[in-house]
């Protein structure tokens, strides 16, 4: 147990906390770096017990002593003794700020340390206590740590890296600046105030009548880089990507043969895509070597397990004691100590940004570049004075925030001085840009500064000022070849005009773009500007609630330029999504659906009753789909359960499974209990108390919205057409199609008709890539109805065709589910760092109706040849073999709708035209007693022997006769042998 503790306190929990803590500065997934951690862990644990065993008695009770004494301190640094030292991003701190509690702290482990040594025996004797104690809270403090940082979601297979960031074209470069949060009335008063500071901005306009789309950094860049702009019309992750690839400045220019690099604080704002970018690396094994992030967190692991009065050795003047790799601005450009006058003592990313521009900047290249350099600007923070040196963490006062934003202009200055020492400054589209303003940070708005437009209503304060601050960003561009002194121009604009001012100046179409060019902009001091204003909930939601649209007409600046537009977003994500959105973060909508139950975190919410509920008030038609966005869990997590109920009628159950990457599921509710709907509860109860599922988004919606017309292709690929369709198990859509996610992935589909010998079916398919192939095995089902188990042996695309008949469709509803029994997880076998269970890419399906033809579906194993009136019968279609093998069956399914629980399936014996006999029991109790003799041809194919082909049952039995957890249901033959089914 001693050998196992210490690995895990010592190396793990530090771990963990400081990933969490540091996510958004980390490129690289949690089980990249993970993976070494835990290969060291586990050698550290087999030493240790190594050691202990081939020790004496004695030797091995001292060492085990002092390992425990390691064990509770390292558990207390961790968990408790943390101190203040700033923002963890390895800037130097104030070492004198914690010093009466260094003090405190070194006191308290020199007692711990005394008392081991003086009760040593007590100690040894409650060893294993003692380490059951420590493991149990480093994981509820890990778990915590979780619950709080969730990680993000991991669909990309590329990192952003440092590599040619800092090289040039000697022709043409397209250059945008992001300062982020830089507010522009602060930058009007700086340059009001420092003449210098206007003098190193030669060619800039600053446009200081500027309106920013959103407030925060997610949703602004992508407008700022493709001048599209969110309004909860279709689901966020598909809007980003969309907004990317369909129209982004970075891909026109590519396409443009462009050299395209992207260089971000935040990279997470950014679509890691090599379509877009072409400094990308892949994480499948060589990103770890090229990134600083192993090294950042064992230094700040190692920082964090450091007594409070050994911390500044540890920090080395931030250099720290591990370097696994050296800051490199690129793949050629190594700076020396002595080379970095702002990051020798401080890692902060600007600091090594200027730096690094400053020594790294080189014209290499005679293509055109684009470059995009994302910088933390003004963020908190606030820890830089206004000549960019480090200062520590300062308070957040509107005085620290404008010395702030003085230091990052005065340091961009000296960009652009290097910029025109390599003379690319003149032939250089340039664009410096706040992503958005100050609106979180209290430093109010310098309204009285002299020359601004003339109030047309002083006074008037119609809207939170906060609003007005998130919606006034910096904006400066200067034109290739303009040298003229910086002007200030107050003609209305806003961020999304970047991409076709940038464009108009390349002499480049930009007509398709929303927006404006600045530079051809007709004045109109009447334009109509909006901005959505939203707090942060979370990375997972597929819809912003609640966002607010403000038009502002006027000086953006002037709270009485800006009123409500009127246009309801909120309204317009349930009409787009067709019924009800219930958001579960800490501002969300949940309130208004009479949520009961849940906690109210910042990003979603928990259920801590035996019995949460929400009330949708919602008048239904037709069928409904029922679906929950959750976080990702703890890989310490349990499977949980979670039934649902609509009134007192069970609906379905959500089964929650930990690392299967997995963030949807759904349920379908049958159109016969829509009354209850506008007048009943949904009653959400988990199998697990607290519950571990960080609800973000529930969903209740018209399957109207999945309508799908027979004869036509969904195409599952990138930029296809049947994202709404994939409901549970599927990632984003790549080249070769949606890949499945865990070990059940579903789509459904909404028809109008079903003609009498239903539709044949043709889906795309072929598994896992690459090197990463094997022999995939799945389970299909339509309806609930088990179609067969497909085997596909090779790693092509190849097709599956199979017969959906008119029983099989109830109220237009076709749900195709796939259960799949041998995912492999690509880091499991070296392949990847991708710890998602994958199995097959689905790339295309079309339904054709069935005008009674013969089918031929895929089947490795045999050839199948099928009736009209048939379905898929291929593999080994689940079949089971129990005592002497003779007789063999399935329970394709049990389902429930109002108040009737339905099973169907089939059993059968071999060589025997006699029928076996279903007999279901209930609490020791048989419910009733029938014979599967229903027609079953499929099977009877299947398993070549005709005497199956009237082996099917399909029955009913009331809901309330039913107790699902002792529920039974037996086969027996004509001879006493017995079948006992499970679903």
Same mark, same amino acid.
């Given at each position: 147990?001693?050998?196992?503790?210490?690995?895990?306190?010592?190396?793990?929990?530090?771990?963990?906390?400081? #990933?969490?803590?540091? +996510?958004?500065?980390?490129?690289?997934?949690?089980?990249?770096?993970?993976?070494?951690?835990?290969?060291?862990?586990?050698?550290?644990?087999?030493?240790?017990?190594?050691?202990?065993? =081939?020790?004496?008695?004695?030797?091995?009770?001292?060492?085990?002593?002092?390992?425990?004494?390691?064990?509770?301190?390292?558990?207390?640094?961790?968990?408790?003794?943390?101190?203040?030292?700033?923002?963890?991003?390895?800037?130097?701190?104030?070492?004198?700020?914690?010093?009466?509690?260094?003090?405190?702290?070194?006191? /308290?482990?020199?007692?711990?340390?005394?008392?081991?040594?003086?009760?040593?025996?007590?100690?040894?004797?409650?060893?294993?206590?003692?380490?059951?104690?420590?493991?149990?809270?480093? @994981?509820?403090?890990?778990?915590?740590?979780?619950?709080?940082?969730?990680?993000?979601?991991?669909?990309?297979?590329? +990192?952003?890296?440092?590599?040619?960031?800092?090289?040039?074209?000697?022709?043409?470069?397209?250059?945008?600046?992001?300062?982020?949060?830089?507010?522009?009335?602060?930058?009007?008063?700086?340059?009001?105030?420092?003449?210098?500071?206007?003098?190193?901005?030669?060619?800039?306009?600053?446009?200081?009548?500027?309106?920013?789309?959103?407030?925060?950094?997610?949703?602004?860049?992508?407008?700022? /880089?493709?001048?599209?702009?969110?309004?909860?019309?279709?689901?966020?992750? &598909?809007?980003?990507?969309?907004?990317?690839?369909?129209?982004?400045?970075?891909?026109?220019?590519?396409?443009?043969?462009?050299?395209?690099?992207?260089?971000?604080?935040?990279?997470?704002?950014?679509?890691?895509?090599?379509?877009?970018?072409?400094?990308?690396?892949?994480?499948?094994?060589?990103?770890?070597?090229?990134?600083?992030?192993?090294?950042?967190?064992?230094?700040?692991?190692?920082?964090?397990?450091?007594?409070?009065?050994?911390?500044?050795?540890? #920090?080395?003047?931030?250099?720290?004691?591990?370097?696994?790799?050296?800051?490199?601005?690129?793949?050629?450009?190594?700076?020396?100590?002595?080379?970095?006058?702002?990051?020798?003592?401080?890692?902060?990313?600007?600091?090594?940004?200027? %730096?690094?521009?400053?020594?790294?900047?080189?014209?290499?290249?005679?293509?055109?570049?684009?470059?995009?350099?994302?910088?933390?600007? *003004?963020?908190?923070?606030?820890?830089?004075?206004?000549?960019?040196?480090?200062?520590?963490?300062? &308070?957040?006062?509107? *005085?620290?925030?404008?010395?702030?934003?003085?230091?990052?202009?005065?340091?961009?200055?000296?960009?652009?001085?290097?910029?025109?020492?390599?003379?690319?400054?003149?032939?250089?589209?340039?664009?410096?840009?706040?992503?958005?303003?100050?609106?979180?940070?209290?430093?109010?708005?310098? /309204?009285?500064?002299?020359?601004?437009?003339?109030?047309?209503?002083?006074?008037?304060?119609?809207?939170?000022?906060?609003?007005?601050?998130?919606?006034?960003?910096?904006?400066?561009?200067?034109?290739?070849?303009?040298?003229?002194?910086?002007?200030?121009?107050?003609?209305?604009?806003?961020?999304?005009?970047?991409?076709?001012?940038?464009?108009?100046?390349?002499?480049?179409?930009?007509?398709?773009?929303?927006?404006?060019?600045?530079?051809?902009?007709?004045?109109?001091?009447?334009?109509?500007?909006?901005?959505?204003?939203?707090?942060?909930?979370?990375?997972?939601?597929?819809?912003?609630?609640?966002?607010?649209?403000?038009? +502002?007409?006027?000086?953006?600046?002037?709270?009485?330029?800006?009123?409500?537009?009127?246009?309801?977003?909120?309204?317009?994500?349930?009409?787009?999504?067709?019924?009800?959105?219930?958001?579960?973060?800490?501002? @969300?909508?949940?309130?208004?659906?009479?949520?009961?139950?849940?906690?109210?975190?910042?990003? @979603?919410?928990?259920?801590?009753?035996?019995?949460?509920?929400?009330?949708?008030?919602?008048?239904?038609?037709?069928?409904?789909?029922?679906?929950?966005?959750?976080?990702?869990?703890?890989?310490?997590?349990?499977?949980?359960?979670? %039934?649902?109920?609509?009134?007192?009628?069970?609906?379905?159950?959500?089964?929650?499974?930990?690392?299967?990457?997995?963030?949807?599921?759904?349920?379908?509710?049958?159109? &016969?209990?829509?009354?209850? /709907?506008?007048?009943?509860?949904?009653?959400?109860?988990?199998?697990?108390?607290?519950?571990?599922?960080?609800?973000?988004?529930?969903?209740?919606?018209?399957?109207?919205?999945?309508?799908?017309?027979?004869?036509?292709?969904?195409?599952?690929?990138?930029?296809?057409?049947?994202? *709404?369709?994939?409901?549970?198990?599927?990632?984003?859509?790549?080249?070769?199609?949606?890949?499945?996610?865990? @070990?059940?992935?579903?789509?459904?589909?909404?028809?109008?008709? +079903?003609?009498?010998?239903?539709?044949?079916?043709?889906?795309?398919?072929?598994?896992?890539?690459?090197?990463?192939?094997?022999?995939?095995?799945?389970?299909?089902?339509?309806?609930?109805?088990?179609?067969?188990?497909?085997?596909?042996?090779?790693?092509?695309?190849?097709?599956?065709?199979?017969?959906?008949?008119?029983?099989?469709?109830?109220?237009?509803?076709?749900?195709?589910?796939?259960?799949?029994?041998?995912?492999?997880?690509?880091?499991?076998?070296?392949?990847?760092?991708?710890?998602?269970?994958?199995?097959?890419?689905? =790339?295309?399906?079309?339904?054709?109706?069935?005008?009674?033809?013969?089918?031929?579906?895929?089947?490795?194993?045999?050839?199948?040849?099928?009736?009209?009136?048939?379905?898929?019968?291929?593999?080994?279609?689940?079949?089971?073999?129990?005592?002497?093998?003779?007789?063999?069956? #399935?329970?394709?399914?049990?389902?429930?709708?109002?108040?009737?629980?339905?099973? =169907?399936?089939?059993?059968?014996?071999?060589?025997?035209?006699?029928?076996?006999?279903?007999?279901?029991?209930?609490?020791?109790?048989?419910?009733?007693?029938?014979?599967?003799?229903?027609?079953?041809?499929?099977?009877?194919? =299947?398993?070549?022997?005709?005497?199956?082909?009237?082996?099917?049952?399909?029955?009913?039995?009331?809901?309330?006769?039913?107790?699902?957890?002792?529920?039974?249901?037996?086969?027996?033959?004509?001879?006493?042998?017995?079948?006992?089914?499970?679903?």
């Amino acid at each position: 147990m001693v050998a196992i503790i210490i690995p895990v306190v010592v190396i793990i929990a530090p771990f963990v906390q400081v #990933y969490l803590l540091n +996510v958004t500065n980390i490129q690289l997934p949690f089980s990249d770096l993970a993976k070494p951690i835990l290969m060291v862990t586990a050698v550290a644990a087999v030493v240790l017990w190594v050691v202990l065993s =081939a020790i004496s008695t004695a030797w091995a009770a001292r060492l085990t002593v002092l390992l425990i004494y390691l064990a509770v301190f390292a558990f207390l640094q961790t968990n408790f003794f943390i101190g203040n030292f700033g923002f963890l991003d390895g800037v130097a701190p104030d070492w004198s700020s914690n010093g009466i509690f260094a003090w405190l702290q070194a006191g /308290l482990l020199m007692v711990l340390a005394l008392f081991c040594v003086v009760r040593s025996r007590d100690v040894l004797s409650n060893s294993t206590f003692i380490s059951a104690v420590l493991l149990l809270g480093t @994981g509820v403090f890990d778990s915590v740590a979780l619950w709080k940082n969730p990680l993000p979601r991991d669909e990309s297979h590329y +990192v952003f890296t440092d590599d040619q960031v800092f090289d040039f074209s000697s022709k043409r470069n397209v250059i945008i600046f992001i300062l982020d949060a830089v507010q522009a009335d602060v930058v009007n008063e700086l340059l009001s105030s420092d003449s210098v500071l206007k003098q190193q901005f030669p060619g800039f306009t600053f446009y200081r009548n500027t309106v920013g789309a959103f407030p925060k950094t997610y949703a602004s860049v992508p407008a700022i /880089l493709s001048g599209r702009t969110f309004d909860n019309s279709e689901p966020l992750p &598909e809007f980003i990507l969309k907004s990317y690839l369909d129209s982004s400045l970075p891909v026109r220019l590519r396409n443009q043969d462009f050299d395209v690099r992207l260089h971000s604080a935040v990279p997470q704002s950014l679509l890691p895509n090599p379509e877009i970018a072409d400094n990308l690396a892949s994480t499948d094994g060589i990103a770890i070597s090229e990134s600083a992030d192993l090294g950042m967190v064992i230094n700040l692991s190692i920082f964090r397990l450091t007594p409070h009065l050994l911390k500044s050795a540890i #920090y080395n003047d931030g250099s720290f004691l591990v370097n696994l790799s050296q800051q490199t601005a690129s793949s050629d450009c190594v700076l020396a100590k002595d080379d970095r006058r702002l990051s020798q003592d401080n890692t902060a990313f600007d600091a090594r940004f200027y %730096d690094e521009f400053s020594h790294c900047a080189q014209v290499t290249l005679a293509q055109p570049v684009f470059r995009l350099f994302h910088l933390d600007g *003004a963020h908190a923070p606030i820890q830089f004075d206004a000549t960019f040196d480090y200062l520590g963490e300062q &308070e957040l006062t509107r *005085a620290s925030y404008v010395q702030q934003t003085h230091g990052a202009l005065r340091q961009v200055a000296k960009v652009l001085e290097k910029m025109r020492d390599l003379s690319i400054y003149d032939h250089s589209t340039i664009v410096i840009v706040g992503d958005h303003g100050a609106g979180e940070y209290d430093i109010g708005l310098n /309204l009285n500064q002299p020359g601004l437009p003339v109030r047309k209503l002083p006074g008037i304060d119609n809207i939170d000022q906060r609003i007005v601050r998130g919606g006034i960003p910096l904006l400066m561009v200067k034109p290739e070849s303009a040298t003229s002194a910086l002007r200030v121009d107050d003609r209305p604009v806003a961020l999304i005009d970047i991409p076709r001012t940038v464009l108009d100046d390349l002499g480049q179409p930009n007509a398709d773009l929303p927006g404006e060019s600045i530079f051809a902009q007709v004045v109109d001091n009447n334009r109509i500007r909006t901005h959505r204003f939203y707090e942060y909930s979370g990375w997972n939601i597929d819809y912003i609630l609640p966002l607010n649209e403000y038009a +502002v007409s006027g000086f953006s600046w002037y709270p009485e330029s800006w009123h409500a537009s009127g246009r309801d977003l909120n309204r317009a994500a349930e009409l787009n999504y067709a019924g009800r959105l219930i958001s579960f973060s800490r501002t @969300g909508t949940a309130a208004n659906f009479d949520a009961e139950g849940f906690t109210a975190e910042l990003t @979603g919410s928990r259920i801590t009753a035996p019995s949460a509920s929400i009330r949708p008030a919602y008048d239904a038609s037709g069928p409904q789909l029922l679906h929950v966005i959750y976080s990702t869990m703890p890989k310490s997590s349990k499977t949980e359960a979670m %039934d649902v109920y609509l009134g007192d009628q069970l609906i379905g159950q959500w089964t929650f499974v930990p690392q299967d990457g997995q963030i949807k599921k759904y349920l379908i509710i049958d159109s &016969e209990l829509n009354p209850l /709907l506008s007048t009943e509860t949904i009653f959400f109860k988990p199998a697990v108390l607290p519950s571990s599922v960080l609800i973000q988004e529930v969903g209740l919606s018209d399957m109207q919205r999945l309508a799908y017309e027979p004869g036509s292709s969904l195409d599952f690929r990138e930029g296809g057409n049947a994202g *709404a369709a994939m409901l549970q198990g599927w990632s984003l859509p790549l080249k070769a199609g949606m890949l499945s996610v865990g @070990g059940r992935s579903g789509l459904v589909l909404q028809v109008d008709q +079903v003609p009498p010998n239903g539709y044949v079916a043709e889906i795309l398919v072929r598994s896992v890539e690459g090197n990463l192939w094997q022999q995939q095995q799945f389970d299909m089902l339509v309806n609930g109805r088990m179609l067969g188990r497909m085997v596909i042996d090779k790693p092509v695309e190849q097709t599956i065709r199979f017969a959906i008949t008119s029983d099989d469709v109830q109220d237009g509803v076709i749900e195709i589910v796939f259960r799949f029994h041998t995912p492999v997880r690509p880091e499991w076998i070296g392949k990847s760092s991708d710890t998602r269970p994958l199995s097959i890419f689905l =790339a295309e399906l079309m339904l054709h109706t069935n005008k009674g033809q013969a089918l031929t579906s895929f089947d490795p194993l045999r050839s199948c040849q099928l009736t009209s009136t048939e379905v898929l019968a291929c593999g080994t279609i689940g079949t089971l073999n129990i005592g002497d093998g003779k007789l063999q069956g #399935y329970l394709d399914y049990i389902r429930e709708s109002a108040g009737v629980v339905h099973f =169907a399936g089939w059993v059968g014996k071999l060589q025997s035209q006699v029928p076996v006999a279903i007999h279901v029991f209930s609490e020791g109790r048989e419910l009733m007693s029938s014979p599967a003799r229903k027609s079953r041809p499929d099977v009877a194919l =299947a398993l070549q022997d005709p005497s199956m082909a009237l082996s099917g049952f399909n029955f009913s039995l009331p809901l309330v006769a039913v107790n699902r957890d002792q529920l039974r249901i037996l086969a027996v033959s004509d001879a006493g042998d017995v079948l006992e089914l499970t679903p």
